[in-house]
């Protein structure tokens, strides 16, 4: 996600705001700049590639001032480079931004018909020509702020100055998180406490339709529609580490409870509902072109395969298009048949990874079109491809994938959809069903993550085993397979997913009373066989901890331990069954005091074959 810094004081701005994008660095970004008020003329620095490289411009080129606002920026609408990097500048306004705007593409052409030419390809550009074409108009700097955020769509954090209101720092959000530092006489803005925490502890949460206008050394709280309001600082004592994980103990775990956040995310901006379809901006791939296909493979990594995995499941069955799945280390070295008529999807989080990388290159060769979906724009992956569906995640800094991979399985779901409506091969009704599972699906999610305790106590109960079997049917087969590799890859206990209908061809030899079976068991159709698995286990003396469908009460007397699911349809299943198996491995390697972030021999992108 972007970093925002906002100063308004009787120091230089410049030092503070660059030491604070310093603190939010773990929020990962591709460029950065800042923009300080020097007397009553707003000056900006900004550059690609790391803050080191902003740094030496600003000492190249001193930025003077007592107010200033600064940015790093987390890419998603538009490559990154120094032109898209914030701040953003229109007339007098100058601005920076975190979130994703949905109607600005509509804004866009609006203001380009009154004249506004754009330099970026960014959203947030259009927010600043936004507040500028009505200060044309006459309205006054605060005024056309609030009229402006009437008119945004999409989550917004902003911190914004002009040069007509050189003593004045305005900030507001929605959706997007902004927390505002009291000092004496002097105010600080920011994405997230630790780039505040240096300066004071005492702090002022806005919550979405708020903003602030600091001026005279004064805050001045209010609704965006302008009613004001009494905001009281809260005290904050955390570390500044603690504060880099918002209070949560490792990265991974912020990351699980991250996201309904990144489902938000990645759905923004991309759902059509009146027409029962999807936007995916950077498809590149018109409804001809999708129906030139006759088969797909879909090739990715660890956690990334099994994403792909349940893309197979989507796509054969809802657009009854043939789909080969492909470990992509192996993909590339077994003469793949494949040709102009294959679509390859490659799924990687990182975008970097060696393997996928190779494959999609020998996709390419062989005259397959190629579509990516990566959570980082303009990664290696994402620029050697023909089309890309970017899931907004945010950095994923644990290496434990977890939110990286509940938005790629969403981005598999939203290019079902726009597969099938642009092959006729899914129903406008059907479409707009999906669409709404997708809708409701963060607000399950956070209902599945108010089980943490629950699952807690469960690791707690099986911390001595050194082996588990985790079992699956049809869709929920990958996450059996899933739930297994993060537990493998953290609390470096053995484990192993297998469909459940194969526990008779081997795995059954294994149960005893010391090998806890994870079984994912939601109420659909293959419940019953999946319940007479867990018969089979439980028989045989076998531990079993069952995740089941809210409410079912034939599962209890099978099991030791019981974690109940929102039901759901049967394509939301996996999203939601997989977080409590997240919620297991992180529990059973902090039992175990592992290092859960950083496990040992893993690396975040396997850059290497
Ligand atoms: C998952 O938890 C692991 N970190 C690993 O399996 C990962 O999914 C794999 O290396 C693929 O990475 P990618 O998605 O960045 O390509």
């Not at 506004?116 to 074409?133: G, R």
């Not at 002097?186 to 505040?196: L, M, R, T």
């Not at 399950?444 to 588990?468: G, K, P, S, W, Y």
């Amino acid at each position: 996600m972007c970093g925002i810094v906002g100063y308004i004081g009787q120091q230089q701005a410049m030092p503070i705001i660059l030491d604070g994008l310093k603190s939010l660095e773990y929020r990962g970004y591709d460029s950065a700049g800042i923009c300080t008020m020097d007397k009553t003329r707003p000056d900006i620095r900004r550059s690609r590639g790391k803050l080191f490289n902003l740094s030496r411009l600003v000492e190249a080129l001193p930025l003077r001032g007592r107010i200033g606002i600064g940015h790093t920026r987390w890419a998603t609408h538009g490559k990154p480079s120094e032109t898209n990097a914030h701040p953003h500048q229109a007339g007098p306004v100058v601005l920076v931004h975190n979130g994703i705007i949905e109607n600005y593409l509509a804004l866009k052409s609006k203001l380009s018909g009154l004249g506004h030419t754009f330099k970026s390809e960014t959203d947030t550009e259009v927010i600043a020509h936004l507040i500028e074409q009505k200060m044309k108009s006459g309205t006054a700097f605060e005024q056309a702020v609030r009229d402006s955020l009437r008119e945004l769509k999409g989550a917004y954090a902003l911190s914004i100055v002009s040069e007509t209101d050189p003593d004045t720092l305005i900030a507001a959000k929605s959706g997007s998180p902004l927390v505002v530092g009291v000092g004496g006489k002097e105010f600080f803005v920011a994405s997230d406490i630790p780039a505040i925490l240096p300066h004071t502890r005492e702090m002022v949460f806005l919550e979405d339709g708020e903003m602030v206008v600091f001026k005279n050394g004064q805050a001045q709280f209010s609704t965006v529609a302008g009613v004001p309001l009494k905001k009281m600082p809260k005290h904050i004592d955390w570390s500044p580490l603690m504060a880099e994980k918002e209070g949560f103990r490792h990265f991974m775990l912020k990351e699980i409870f991250e996201q309904p956040r990144a489902v938000r995310d990645t759905l923004s901006g991309r759902i059509l509902e009146e027409e029962g379809d999807v936007y995916l901006e950077d498809l590149r791939l018109s409804d001809a072109g999708l129906r030139g296909f006759t088969r797909i493979c879909i090739v990715a990594c660890g956690t990334s395969w099994h994403s792909a995995l349940i893309g197979k499941f989507l796509l054969e069955e809802h657009c009854r298009i043939p789909v080969e799945v492909d470990i992509a280390s192996e993909f590339r070295y077994r003469n793949p048949v494949i040709g102009p008529e294959t679509l390859l999807i490659a799924i990687s989080q990182s975008g970097e990874t060696a393997d996928t990388l190779a494959a999609v290159r020998e996709a390419r060769t062989r005259g397959a079109r190629v579509v990516a979906i990566c959570n980082v724009i303009e990664s290696s992956i994402a620029r050697e491809v023909d089309g890309v569906i970017y899931t907004h995640a945010g950095p994923e800094i644990g290496v434990a994938s977890t939110k990286a991979f509940v938005t790629q399985i969403v981005a598999l779901l939203l290019f079902t959809i726009r597969m099938g409506r642009a092959t006729d091969s899914m129903s406008l009704i059907r479409s707009r069903e999906l669409l709404a599972d997708l809708l409701h699906l963060p607000g399950l999610m956070d209902q599945v993550l108010t089980l943490n305790e629950a699952v807690r106590d469960i690791a707690l109960h099986f911390i001595h085993a050194r082996d588990f079997l985790y079992l699956g049917r049809g869709i929920n087969y990958p996450i059996a397979l899933e739930g297994a590799l993060k537990l493998k890859e953290i609390s470096y206990i053995h484990a192993e997913g297998y469909p459940s209908g194969e526990m008779k061809h081997g795995p059954i030899a294994l149960i005893d009373d010391q090998m806890p079976v994870v079984v994912i068991a939601p109420l659909d159709r293959l419940y019953g066989k999946v319940e007479s698995n867990m018969q089979e286990v439980a028989a045989r003396g076998g531990r079993v901890i069952a995740l089941c469908t809210e409410g079912d009460r034939d599962i209890s007397d099978k099991a030791e331990a019981v974690l109940e699911i929102p039901d759901c349809s049967e394509h939301i299943a996996p999203l939601l069954f997989s977080i409590p198996l997240q919620l297991l491995a992180y529990h059973m390697s902090v039992l175990k005091g592992n290092d859960v972030d950083q496990p040992r021999n893993l690396a975040k992108s396997v850059t290497v074959e």
